[in-house]
């Protein structure tokens, strides 16, 4: 097995349809400029509400990548 080296970002996802969606929307969005994603752990959940109901969540992750080497 070889050894590696990871790197750890912070990221916040927001979506007005549910948690699962924030968090689908930052991992996609990181994947596009960084390679070799390897999992992600949630930090923080929270939301906004209208009228008595959720309006929007926020997702904060962080997010693990191998470094190249």
Known sequence: ???HVYKLIEL???SSASIE???VK???RANKTIQHLCWFQVI???GSLRKGKIHHWQVTIKV???VDN
């Open 1 to 3: 097995m070889k050894d």
């Open 12 to 14: 916040t996802g927001t």
């Open 21 to 23: 969606d924030a968090v």
């Open 26 to 28: 930052a991992i996609r």
């Open 44 to 46: 923080d959940t929270r």
């Open 64 to 66: 693990g990548f191998a």
